[in-house]
């Protein structure tokens, strides 16, 4: 069974930063892709930012010179660095992991930012 959790969501206020972290584990195929996405009240989910096997990074325009993907040293982690946030980026934030099988979600983590 495969795991997916994210945490360090939290309560913070406009101009500040926040660090998301996501790990998996359980008996999960070879990772392609790790991803964050997410979904603010009344809307869809959305790309925040993907990171795949070699490095190669995307991220949606909002968040680009602001937020950092990174993967972890241990295998099948990623991190989401999030600075000067605003209060449009308050949303339920996922972690996406993405293998040639399935792509395997996390249940979420809140990030709440005040103006």
């Known amino acids: 069974q495969v795991q997916v959790v994210e945490s360090g969501g939290g309560l913070v206020q406009a101009g500040g930063s926040l660090r998301l972290s996501c790990a998996a584990s359980?008996?999960?195929?070879?990772?392609?892709?790790m991803g964050w996405y997410r979904q603010a009240p009344g809307k869809q989910r959305e790309l925040v930012a993907t990171?795949?096997?070699?490095?190669?990074?995307n991220y949606a325009d909002s968040v680009k010179g602001r937020f950092t993907i990174s993967r972890g040293n241990a295998e099948n982690t990623v991190y989401l660095q999030m600075n000067s946030l605003k209060p449009e980026n308050t949303a339920v934030y996922y972690c996406?992991?993405?293998?040639?099988?399935?792509?395997?979600w996390g249940r979420g983590t809140q990030v709440t930012v005040s103006s």
């Open positions: 990171i795949t096997t070699r490095g190669t990074t």
């Open positions: 359980g008996s999960i195929f070879t990772i392609d892709t």
């Open positions: 996406s992991m993405e293998t040639s099988r399935r792509t395997y």
